[in-house]
């Protein structure tokens, strides 16, 4: 790899389509109470899942195993979930900003907000960018500058 920094376009097509479907349904098919406000938690969970592939996913996609992600994306949900349907949410250990929230909720899950379900996808793929990144960058031996940027034209 000559430069761990990629744009990959795609990635942030599909971040602004889901920000933008998020504020659409938000307004025009949640709920009336739940059409205030702006889905800011839905917001947050894609950025912080496709920024780092905007910027790194045509280097790590190379490295993914897709098997391997699934798996671990399948378990990381059923454990969240169920803590999060059986526990948190029905014993109101915690609760949400509804003016935050998209306002699609799982009615069978005590109306758990669907961000709850996006969150620990948004963590896992994330993740599992950024650990293939480092890994490369670890394994190059090279300064974390000249591996993000390439080598400078003049060196």
Same mark, same amino acid.
């Given at each position: 790899?000559?430069?761990?920094?990629?744009?990959?376009?795609?990635?942030?097509?599909?971040?602004?389509?889901?920000?933008?479907?998020?504020?659409?349904?938000?307004?025009?098919?949640?709920?009336? *109470?739940?059409? $205030?406000?702006?889905?800011?938690?839905?917001?947050?969970?894609?950025?912080?899942?496709?920024?780092?592939?905007?910027?790194?996913?045509?280097?790590?996609?190379?490295?993914?195993?897709?098997? $391997?992600?699934?798996?671990?994306?399948?378990?990381?949900? !059923?454990?969240?979930?169920?803590?999060e349907a059986t526990l948190?949410?029905?014993?109101?250990?915690?609760?949400?900003?509804?003016?935050?929230?998209? &306002?699609?909720?799982?009615?069978?899950?005590?109306?758990?907000?669907?961000?709850?379900?996006?969150?620990?996808?948004?963590?896992?793929?994330?993740?599992?960018?950024?650990? *293939?990144?480092?890994?490369?960058w670890l394994a190059s *031996?090279?300064?974390?500058?000249?591996?993000? !940027?390439?080598?400078?034209? &003049?060196?």
């Amino acid at each position: 790899m000559r430069r761990l920094l990629q744009f990959h376009p795609t990635s942030l097509i599909i971040a602004v389509v889901l920000i933008g479907a998020a504020w659409f349904y938000k307004k025009h098919f949640a709920l009336p *109470e739940d059409q $205030a406000g702006f889905p800011g938690y839905f917001t947050f969970l894609v950025a912080g899942a496709l920024l780092p592939a905007v910027s790194f996913f045509p280097v790590a996609r190379r490295f993914i195993n897709w098997r $391997a992600l699934s798996l671990t994306l399948f378990f990381m949900l !059923l454990v969240s979930l169920l803590w999060e349907a059986t526990l948190a949410v029905p014993y109101n250990w915690w609760n949400f900003q509804h003016r935050q929230m998209t &306002g699609l909720f799982i009615g069978a899950w005590s109306r758990l907000p669907i961000e709850e379900v996006c969150v620990w996808i948004a963590v896992t793929y994330a993740t599992a960018v950024v650990f *293939e990144v480092v890994k490369v960058w670890l394994a190059s *031996e090279r300064s974390a500058r000249e591996a993000l !940027l390439g080598k400078r034209a &003049g060196s």
